[in-house]
């Protein structure tokens, strides 16, 4: 998580979707930096509000003032990412080699479900409890070429994107049957609800970065 108080925006740190590059990236940028273990890196934006309210709460640094972004992978292909990462990279908590994705997902750790029974969405990230969205732009993964040059671009940042933190098993996980497909896209209904709104949320939040850059709305060079 970043927030950077003379350039106004927020950036959310989502799981395996590039947030360590992202970061790496914009670090220069930020004048606060929270990335000591992934409890504290990646927290929901309304918990970024709360926590930082002594600077959110002061009148000239409204949170609506800031530019709020993160990414966000298509349901399925995050969740294999997960599984594929845990597989074959040097983990606290790897999976045995020869698990399959089935048997992961039936095994619902802490990638799935937590503790307390509620589900790991990526969607809790970005929203409110009501499943408002909180954030201006929330990029697709798969399509961070088409947003994420213009974005860093409007926040100074005009070096390439570095790669880090990736996963070393890079093949598609094998097929799952279609009944597992069908159980998978109904627990991640919410997720699936605001991926599929992206287009209609990033076209009203880029044009709010674009004005914001053209008029140096509250933005310091």
Known sequence: MLIGVRKRFVFVANTKAA???IEHALAGQAEIMRGDNPARKHIPLSRIGSEYWFLFGRPEFPIDSFFRFGVMREPLSWIDSWFRYRRGNPVEAPLPPDMSFEEFWRARDWNIQRADGTRYLQSSLFT??????????IVPYERMADYLPEILDHLGVTD????KNISTVRETTAPVPDALLTEMRAFYAAD??????????????????RARSAGNHGVAP
């Open 160 to 163: 390439a994107l570095p790669h």
């Open 19 to 21: 947030s360590t590059s």
């Open 192 to 209: 699936y609800a605001l991926y599929d709104r992206l287009d209609q949320i990033n076209a009203v939040g880029m044009e709010k970065l």
């Open 128 to 137: 409110r409890p009501n499943g408002a969205p909180m954030a201006d732009v």
